[in-house]
């Protein structure tokens, strides 16, 4: 029965922490058994969503599901779950068998017993005859197998792993990810984990739920997140990839950096603005421009152990990434395909910035907490509510907070091949869309403002 | 010797004039007579000295009843005050840490005009309430420090695992504190049981400490007799705070 099939269902969770909505309405079903990994930015609700499924915060909205049973008002230590915390958590006044035994002793389990399943669970981490050490005695690693133990001893229903291997050094992490890779499957218990290493979640996972502000961006298996990414945000966080603007002129037609392409998406409706992905190793590269889609310039070539990364400039003044297993020149000519399967066509978010505001007079407008100046609008009175759009390339920012009317930061950006299209998050929490061939840095405070005559207005009812 | 170890010479100094050379000073007086000859009677008359012996029982007593008090009392004023969920504001800590800052013997001074106008008797239950009201900020203080500063990962790991609040109450947020808590018991059971003021205001002299013992021989110029008390007492101190240095890990104390 499918039902049944759910360990865990999380229903229109939302949760505010201060004054920030940390998780935004997530809903997802967990199957028992699968090795389930939230995958974000730092603050994207990742963690949140764990401590909320351990039970040491309380949701706002929305409730969670465990075998069908609500448990949102179920205490932690009545949950059957059992967590490896980030910074591991061991307890520094009781050596590793305590801190192992520790929830068995709660249980008032008879010594022999005890005795028997940590060793046994020792074994299994591969720390035998480390009973009787002192866990601050203990490398990183070795703190990191002992909180895996100490979890797994309670035989949990479901373990929850908050970015359990993000203090261990690169070797060791690696070694880590093979062993819990190998562990899930031993154990056959659910997984649930939590990391912002994109790598980490493909390598590990059956699914990566990728989220970022507190809501869901995709749900998906590994391949799909990386194949078919389903936004920018995806497309851009997993892998590396070439985001692009484009337009779908058709079903299987394409056109993107003013050339037109087949693919293999429909759908989508005729001329509609779209965006699109292209993975660096999905361009094919070669001396021959005859036969090739377009041709382009290789501006940089840089090795990466296994094969080569470049930039090319494409005839029609993209920036490309390319990766290949040869090298070519800076400076040569060369022709480029891409083949429709390769190509990733994706909805558009949005096409424009969207605001409501509020008429000051007829040629002021408030909106996002600011005034501004408009072009006249004769016949709309003081109050009337009206919908403000900018087009994303009509923003102005200003290095310096105090030139701009808001002031804000570059909140998320990505390359487009020949500008930038920049998230800029103000102060008073609003988010501002802006393309621009500046370069920012993500972090840099801006000023922002908007030209009168780039205010577009139209009354709302 | 690098060049910056002549910048402890002043300390040294001090440290000399102050602590050790009166040191030393104790040790000749309480082994000397009147005359200035070596003798042990000093030490055996101590005890012999039936009074001395019953005063410096009652002392022990009365401190470890009023470290006893203040742990009780501050333990739980410290918990809540480090507990994010009933105290929010730095404020409340300072109202708890604020008599620290007021002389001691205005304090007690000030105690006693209370229990007077209250018209409440002197004796061993106004000593007491006098001296846990002047040391309970040197419990709570040292407890609250390494209570707020606790990862709080610990006590949900711990309740992850199974423990309810209380478990995790006794299994892992006393244990944690531990240091805290010596460095309390050790800043209020020495003063207490050498203090002599507190018992002289709140008493009216009717309890005699072992401090009031030592402090009456030295104004009547038995200096000799005094300093070997003084010595005994120096050696319960002593021995008091190597029960605390066996721990391993002293931090989050008050010095």
Known sequence: MAASDKIIQIRHLSKTLGNKKVLD????????????????????????????????????????????????????????????????????????????????????IPREEINKRVRRVLKMVGMTDYEERDVDSLSGGQQQRVAIARALINQPK??????????????????????????????????????????????????????????????????????????????????????????????????????????????????????VVVRPEDIY????????????????????????????????????MVQDYNAFE?????????????????????????????????????????????????????GQKVKVEVDFDKVDLYDHQEEGTLSGFVYFMIYKGNHYHITVLTDEGYHIWVDTNDVWDKGDLVGINFSAKHIKITPLQ | MNKRSSWSLPYLIFMIIFVVLPLILVLIYAFQDAQGHFTLENITRFFSDADALSTFA???????????????????????????????????????????????????????????????????????????????????????????????????????????????????????????VISGVMMVFMPTVSTFAISEFLTNNKIKLFGTIIQENINSSMWNYGAALALIMLIIIGITTLFSNDRKSVEGGLI
Not at chain 1, 82 to 89: D, E, H
Not at chain 1, 345 to 365: A, I, L, S
Not at chain 2, 86 to 111: D, G, Q
């Open chain 1, 25 to 108: 309405d997530i809903t997802i079903d967990v199957r028992r058994g699968e090795f389930v990994t939230f995958l974000g930015p730092s603050g994207c609700g990742k963690t949140t969503t764990l401590r909320l499924i351990a039970g040491f915060l309380a949701p706002d909205e929305g409730k969670i599901l465990f075998e069908g049973k609500n448990i949102s008002d179920i205490p932690p230590y009545k949950r059957p779950f059992n967590t490896v915390f980030q910074r591991y958590a061991l307890f520094p006044h009781l050596d590793v068998y305590d801190n192992i035994a520790f929830g068995l002793k709660l249980q008032k």
């Open chain 1, 158 to 275: 479901v373990l929850l792993l908050d970015e359990p291997l993000a203090a261990l050094d690169l070797k060791m992490r690696k070694d880590m990810q093979i062993e819990l890779k190998e562990m899930h499957k031993k154990l056959g218990i659910t997984f649930i984990y939590v990391t912002h290493d994109q790598e980490e979640a493909l390598i590990l996972s059956d699914t990566v739920v990728v989220m970022n502000e507190g809501k869901i961006q995709q749900i998906g298996t590994p391949t799909d997140i990386y194949n078919e990414p389903e936004n920018c945000f995806v497309a851009d966080f997993i892998g590396e990839s070439n985001i692009l603007n484009g337009k779908m002129f058709s079903d299987r037609k394409v056109g993107f950096i003013y050339h037109d392409f087949d693919c293999i998406d429909e759908g989508f409706g005729e001329n509609i603005p779209v965006d």
């Open chain 1, 285 to 320: 590269i070669m001396k021959n421009t005859e036969g090739a889609q377009f041709t382009g310039v290789v501006q940089s070539c840089v090795f990466q152990g296994v094969h080569y990364k470049m930039f090319v400039e494409t005839d029609t003044g993209y920036e490309l």
């Open chain 1, 330 to 382: 800076v400076g040569t000519t060369v022709g480029l395909v891409i083949r429709p399967e390769d190509i990733q066509v994706m909805h558009k978010e949005r096409t424009r910035n969207t605001f409501e505001g509020e008429m000051v007079d007829e040629t002021h407008v408030r909106f996002l907490d600011g005034e501004f100046e408009c072009p006249r609008q004769p016949g709309l009175e003081k």
């Open chain 2, 58 to 180: 009652l002392s022990l007593e009365i401190a470890i009843l009023n470290t006893l008090i203040c742990l009780l009392l501050g333990y739980p004023a410290a918990w809540i005050l480090a507990n994010k969920k009933y105290n929010r504001s730095a404020v409340t800590v300072v109202l708890f840490i604020l008599p620290m800052w007021i002389n001691a013997l205005m304090r007690t001074l000030a105690t006693a005009e209370l229990f007077n106008v209250f018209g409440v008797t002197l004796g061993k239950g106004t000593l007491l309430f006098g001296m846990a009201y002047d040391y309970l900020p040197f419990m709570i203080y040292p407890i609250y420090n390494i209570l707020s500063r606790m990862d709080p990962s610990y006590a949900e790991a711990a309740e992850d695992l199974g423990a309810t609040p209380w478990k995790v109450f006794w299994k892992v947020t006393v244990p944690l504190s531990l240091p805290g």
